[in-house]
């Protein structure tokens, strides 16, 4: 059938009857269990890896769950309230409010947690990484913040990084930064849309000549909201534009090596990830 | 089993006049006394004769009044074509809205609206249903159904419109009832349990009344149901006759099904089909086998799963079917609007399906004409003796994950598609996405989701692309192709003034040129569009109506 609403589940949240929050027992009767996780590993791609990926490891949309340290859910029993009633002000939706299906029973919440659990790994050493020295990159030699926010410091023009070490993986923070076009980050999500607005370059030209570059707040097939880099907003009507391009190739300059340095990058992630894991 | 599922407790009380018995309701129960009561004292000529019943001989000569509006499709072929002409291309620019309506309702409103002499009937999520002045908007009467806290509808607490018969409207229950209102309050007449809801059988689609039946389809091919389509009687909502899309045992196609897969073998039927007075048969469309996306446990043809059915629309006996998706491993229900249409002599259907493939099928005998594709496939590349593509060996979804085109929602899914006679076209929407299917085996477990599968968008970082397309159906060819800025869910209205209607994901209503898809207006009506447009007259004006957000819009010239 016709299941399946990438962010639509937004609008269906609202819609959902959600059940009373559920008290469950502190813990897992199916802990260390090997069946009980492979049963969790097909629910797990059914219901969870659009966003977490098919190994748990972050989708590029969700966070990365086979890090033992979460930031939302401790104990079996938190991961349990959380898969069922979802957490508010995030994309994670509650149990059986996704568009897919009508969710998942008790017993499938269990094998999911049990499946996880069994996929998680030690925390990396983040010994070499040096967070503060991230901090004074991201804000000084590196200009992240000439576009970018993080605790409501920094600039508009690309997306608030301020929860993105809490969401995403360190390879998906690191993959973004080094080839900044290859995912464009999501933008606005409107409530029974579809799609969410991505962050697309677009270059406008008006009847009188002027072009306006920036990143597109939002579109539709005949009106265009634009945000250039010093942060104006320009509301423009397409049949009025001399001319109109959209690009998938990010607004964001692509980060080489030569650039910045694979430590420098390191110690740029090592600080989202201690500001995002608040 | 005859008449009714077992575990239900089946038909409401009600009295033959329409003044049912509902403990829930009481409110409206003693107003619909007190209506009763006067209308059984009152004389005659206080009826009125402008709302007349609407017959079967109504709904068969439809073209006759195009201000009404009385099936799902606007008439009995599938063409969502209107014969109102006072919107032209010319004109079609200075159109404003006329009334918005506003249905309290959240998720996706999916109604296709009836008109029958000025009242505008519609539904809404949740089993709303509801009449209004359709000059003004201001309702006449509204419903909800007191729906169980642990039903089982697939995709959203959807629901895709009514049908009308006689005095009555008549809706298909997220909980798997058919029950019919009277039209002129809203008020229950008879209420008929079809299936168990506990195990995943749902109503989403708007039913179809032909002679004096009430024809619909069931949902729930995601759980494993057994597919079904059913026949009421409209007058008592005894069912007259049911047609398992998955045959039983010693029935013909039972055996393109692997060991005990045909108990839960899905092929639902979800949208609604169409119906030719001439041969007394109609035609509807089944989706996807169960589990949707795995193929292993039901090894075959799967028949009568992702098929066009032409069924005798007395008996419910079938003539013939045609298979556009064998074996499906990719949830691509053929579930979309087989269009009737009459060419070089021939009777046909066109349909764009869900699989990529635009088909036109002969309706007298089934035999496919064409299959032209679309849209962006690549799942087949050659065709079998009678020309239906056949899936290539880079189709299966695997473990790992493989990437197909098109994606699971498919080229096109259960948006309304048009057919203008001015034309000779049909307008569809589409879009081209391709998705990452991965297998996830899972055992069957009653009332649970059934899929076997997960699928994603594949990795490329390729924006979705949406469009309405112009397909000749001579030829398979698309003429006329407008993009949209992203793939919308709404269905296409085409009208005798040349102007073709549809919506976007982005909220615009859109009034299009039939003959260049230019787009000649639009309105921001500040919610995506998951519902087709219709049109309708009332005081010799036209309006043009069409769902978005959690509204109903109405549109006319100044």
């Known amino acids: 059938m016709f299941r399946r609403w990438r962010m ?17 027992d502190d813990r897992n009767p199916l802990a260390g269990d090997v069946k009980a996780a492979k049963a969790g590993e097909y629910e797990f791609r059914i219901n969870c890896a659009l966003c977490h990926g098919l190994g748990a490891r972050g989708g590029g949309r969700g966070p990365d769950l086979t890090r033992a340290q979460k930031k939302h859910a401790h104990s079996d029993a938190d991961m349990f309230q959380i898969i069922s009633n979802g957490i508010a002000g995030t994309a994670m939706p509650a149990n059986g409010t996704n568009g897919q299906g009508v969710g998942m029973t008790d017993e499938e919440i269990w094998q999911i947690i049990t499946y996880i659990r069994s996929q998680e790994v030690k925390a990396p050493a983040q010994g070499l990484a040096n967070a503060a020295h991230g901090k004074d990159l991201f804000y000084g030699d590196s200009n992240c913040s ?15 990084l301020t929860a993105v070490g809490g969401s995403r993986t360190r390879e998906a923070i690191i993959d973004s930064v080094r080839n900044p076009s290859r995912r464009l980050a999501w933008g606005l999500t409107e409530a029974t849309k579809e799609f969410p607005q991505e962050y697309e370059s677009v270059t406008a030209v008006t009847e ?27 509301l423009l009507d397409k049949d009025k534009l001399r001319s109109f391009h959209k690009s998938r190739e990010s607004a964001m300059p692509k980060y080489d090596a030569d650039v910045l340095s694979d430590k420098d990058l390191e110690d740029i992630v090592a600080y989202l990830i201690s500001v995002g894991a608040k | 089993m005859s008449g009714r599922e077992s575990g239900n407790s089946g038909k409401k009380a009600f009295n033959r006049e329409g003044c049912e018995e509902d403990p829930q309701r009481s409110l409206r129960l003693r107003i619909g006394f007190i209506v009763c009561a006067i209308g059984f004292s009152l004389p005659s000529f206080f009826t009125t004769q402008s709302q007349a019943q609407v017959t079967f001989e109504r709904l068969v000569n439809s073209a006759k009044e195009p201000q009404n509006w009385m099936t799902y499709s606007g008439d009995y072929s599938g063409k969502r074509h209107s014969g109102l002409d006072q919107i032209t291309v010319t004109n079609v620019h200075t159109m404003v809205p006329k009334w918005v309506y506003q249905t309290a309702a959240t998720g996706k409103l999916e109604t296709s609206p009836l008109v029958v002499d000025g009242i505008l009937y519609a539904t809404a999520q949740d089993n709303r249903a509801f009449a209004l002045d359709a000059r003004t908007g201001r309702p006449i009467w509204m419903y909800q159904r007191a729906l169980p806290g642990d039903i089982r ?5 959807v629901n895709r419109g009514l049908a009308i018969l006689g005095d009555k409207v008549f809706l298909g229950t997220l909980d798997a009832h058919v029950i019919a209102l009277e039209a002129k309050t809203g008020a229950v007449v008879w209420d008929t349990v079809a299936a168990d809801y506990r195990i995943g059988h749902s109503f989403t689609v708007a039913p179809l009344a032909v002679k004096n039946l009430i024809v619909i389809g069931v949902s729930g091919g995601e759980y494993g149901v057994r597919g079904f389509i059913d026949a009421y009687d409209g007058d008592t909502g005894d069912r007259r ?7 039983g045992p010693g029935e013909p196609g039972h055996q393109t099904w692997e060991g005990d897969s045909w108990k839960v073998g899905g092929a639902p039927a979800w949208n609604t089909g169409t119906y030719d007075p001439e041969t007394n048969r109609i035609f509807w469309p089944t989706g996807n086998p169960s589990p949707s996306n795995r193929g292993e446990g039901r090894a075959g043809d799967n028949l009568f799963s992702n098929s066009l059915l032409a069924l005798n629309a007395d008996t419910g006996k079938m003539n013939w079917y045609f298979q556009f998706t064998k074996h499906d491993e ?4 053929a579930t979309q609007l087989p269009v009737m249409l009459d060419a070089g002599g021939k009777h046909l259907i066109a349909q764009a399906d869900r699989n990529g493939f635009f088909y036109v099928i002969d309706r007298t005998t089934g035999k496919l004409i064409s299959a032209t594709p679309y849209g962006k496939i690549t799942w087949s590349d050659k065709k079998d003796a009678e020309g239906r593509p056949v899936a290539n060996n880079q189709a299966s979804p695997t473990f790992e994950g493989r990437t197909i085109c098109p994606g699971a929602l498919g080229t096109t899914n259960f948006m309304a598609p048009t057919y203008d006679p001015q034309t000779g076209l049909f307008y569809v929407t589409a879009r081209d996405q391709c998705d990452t299917f991965s297998t996830a085996p899972q055992p069957y477990e009653a009332g649970h989701a ?8 594949s990795e490329e970082a390729e924006p979705y692309l949406g469009f309405l397309k112009a397909i000749d159906p001579a030829t398979g060819e698309v003429k006329q192709n407008f993009q949209h800025t992203s793939p919308t869910w709404s269905g296409v209205l085409s009208t005798a003034g040349g102007v073709v209607f549809s919506g976007d994901a982005e909220g615009n209503f859109i009034a299009f040129d039939a003959a260049s898809l230019k787009p000649l207006w639009h309105f921001q009506m500040g919610g995506a569009v998951y519902a ?7 005081d010799g004006k036209e309006y043009v109506a069409i769902a978005a957000g959690s509204a109903v819009y109405a549109f006319g010239l100044p």
């Open chain 1, 146 to 160: 000439l576009c970018h926010m993080v605790s409501g410091k920094g600039g508009r023009l690309g997306p608030d």
């Open chain 2, 241 to 247: 006759w049911r047609f398992y899309t998955v045959p």
């Open chain 2, 330 to 333: 990719h949830d691509w229900d």
């Open chain 2, 153 to 157: 509808p697939c995709c959203g607490r």
């Open chain 2, 532 to 538: 087709p447009p219709m049109a309708f007259a009332v």
């Open chain 1, 8 to 24: 639509g589940w937004v609008a269906l949240m609202a819609t959902m009857l959600v059940g009373a929050a559920y008290t469950a």
């Open chain 1, 208 to 234: 009188d000549g002027k072009q306006i570059k920036g990143v597109a707040l939002n579109e539709d097939s005949f009106s265009v909201q634009i945000m250039d880099a010093n942060e104006r907003i320009h």
């Open chain 2, 450 to 457: 059934y899929y076997g599968s997960a699928y994603f968008p």
